[in-house]
């Protein structure tokens, strides 16, 4: 059987593979295997549970929060909350369990439970294996004074936001902020954060209805953003998504600042603040070349991992890196947060912005783009991707003209039957030629 869990938890279209049913027993199994680990040894356990505004999370609220009361796990409801702002009350008050109900930047049908362990962090493969295999099996319940409370939790937002703003030091007093908010789960503490922290802010997307989330708007669709900035004479804008775990950028001139130049803007400031662990930054095989040249030309090291932000915590929390990220706007400052955090990541770039006296377009500028073609082959048998011989040759003899003025990177997908074609090189024209002619033999190897 194919397994429930992927890289962020359990995702599917509410009411049709994510049901009601499979929220309350995920609840329940996550709650014994936890017990059985001693997880809630001398106390009664506690869980928070927070969602996006997707109309589907308050049935699949009320199933958890079924699920983790009966098996005697008292819950705190957060309401509508940003991942990283429930991650950060997992740990602030004491929680064993954290749960979230969304599907980040998916479409609104869809909606996704993501459980936390204690402290905020993302639970370990082997207890989600331990609760998939757990799933509708016989246990004894508690009865009388041993089942769960369920009390609202009302300053959640607050709490958050707190937290958020007292994680800079200088004022933002002056920047003109357009902030995105996805129609998301940020809609209010995005925007609170941003003006308590003394910005003037035009929140846009910020009325959900329960249907509008990530609708046309958000990090995956910048195109209104980038009309406020120009039409506001704003000096920057920020996109979150449906979640606000990530966070995408426009300049002043409405240029798109994606999560590799954010996360190159942040490395100099921690650099220069001393904050920097290691003096290196972990980001992803995906991320641009010119990221990792500009980092090692200002002295910085990179720690690449597999695609993915789980794998980006690993590599930060196993070694002690406390800055990491992905192109896709995913940046995570373990100082502050234990998962990527939209509104944290513009607060700090907002005061990199204030510190040094530069706009974004400036500050950007410490890294060049190579331009960067990806072509997703469909059709072909994944699993080959690796061990075909005449697409390794095919792949080595481009690597060779592009030299160190490129990169090649070809992988199956991890999440969709296809393989992923990703070419950087010096010229647009010279990374789509080499991308065709690849994603042409791909075709020609391994099709079914």
């Known amino acids: 059987m194919a397994r429930l869990f992927g890289t962020d938890g359990v995702r599917g279209q509410a009411n049709g593979q994510l049901t009601a049913e499979l929220a309350l027993g995920l609840s329940v ?8 680990r001693g997880e809630f040894e001398g106390h009664r356990p506690l869980a928070v549970v927070g969602r996006d505004t997707r109309i589907s999370g308050q049935f699949l609220e009320s199933a958890v929060v079924a699920g983790l009361a009966s098996a005697g796990v008292d819950v705190l409801l957060l309401g509508v909350l940003p991942t990283p702002g429930v991650a950060f009350l997992t740990g602030t ?19 996704g439970i993501k459980f936390l362990a204690r402290g905020g962090h993302k639970l370990d493969d082997a207890i989600e294996i331990a609760i998939e295999r ?19 939790y009302p300053s959640a937002v607050s709490q958050y936001v707190g937290h958020l703003v007292r994680t800079i030091d200088h004022p933002l007093a002056g920047i003109r902020v357009v902030l995105d908010c996805a129609e998301g789960a940020a809609h209010e503490a995005g925007p609170k954060a941003l003006v308590d922290a003394g910005a003037e802010v035009t929140a846009i997307h910020a009325q ?10 958000g990090s995956t669709h910048l195109e209104r953003l980038r009309e406020a900035v120009l039409q506001d004479e704003a000096h ?8 606000a775990d990530r966070c995408l950028a426009v300049d002043h001139e409405g240029n798109v600042v994606d999560g590799d130049q954010l996360l190159a803007v942040l490395a100099h400031a921690f650099l220069d603040s001393g904050r920097l662990a290691k003096d290196t930054v972990v980001a992803t095989v995906m991320s641009n070349l010119g990221f990792v040249q500009a980092m090692r030309a200002a002295g910085i090291g990179v720690r690449q991992t597999k695609v993915g932000d789980r794998y980006v915590l690993e590599a930060m929390k196993v070694s002690g890196y406390s800055l990491g990220g992905e192109q896709s706007g995913h940046v995570i400052m373990s100082d502050h947060a234990t998962t990527g955090d ?8 907002l005061e990199r912005m204030a510190t040094t006296g530069q706009s974004l377009k ?3 500028s410490v890294m060049t783009r190579l331009p960067q073609v990806l072509v997703n082959v469909g059709g072909v048998d994944k699993s080959r991707a690796d061990d075909d011989a005449v697409l390794a040759a095919a792949v080595a003899e481009e690597e060779a003209v592009l030299g160190d003025g490129g990169r090649i990177l ?8 296809i393989v992923r074609v990703m070419v950087e090189a010096g010229t647009a024209d010279q990374a789509e030629a080499i991308a065709d002619r690849l994603a042409r033999v791909v075709r020609a190897q391994l099709a079914l």
Request: aromatic share 2%; proline share 8%.
């Open 29 to 36: 199994a996550a709650a014994q295997v936890l017990a059985d």
């Open 93 to 111: 008050l004491g929680a064993d369990l954290g749960v979230m109900l969304s599907a980040s930047h998916n479409p609104m049908p869809d909606n």
């Open 134 to 152: 757990r799933l509708g099996q016989e246990w004894e319940r508690p009865v009388g004074g041993d089942v769960g409370r369920v009390t609202p």
């Open 208 to 217: 959900p209805d329960g249907l509008n989330i990530n609708d046309n708007c």
């Open 236 to 243: 920057v804008g920020f996109a979150l998504d449906g979640d």
């Open 342 to 349: 939209g509104i944290l990541t513009a607060l700090h770039i």
């Open 362 to 364: 400036s500050l950007a």
């Open 410 to 417: 070809l992988r199956p997908s991890g999440t969709e039957p």
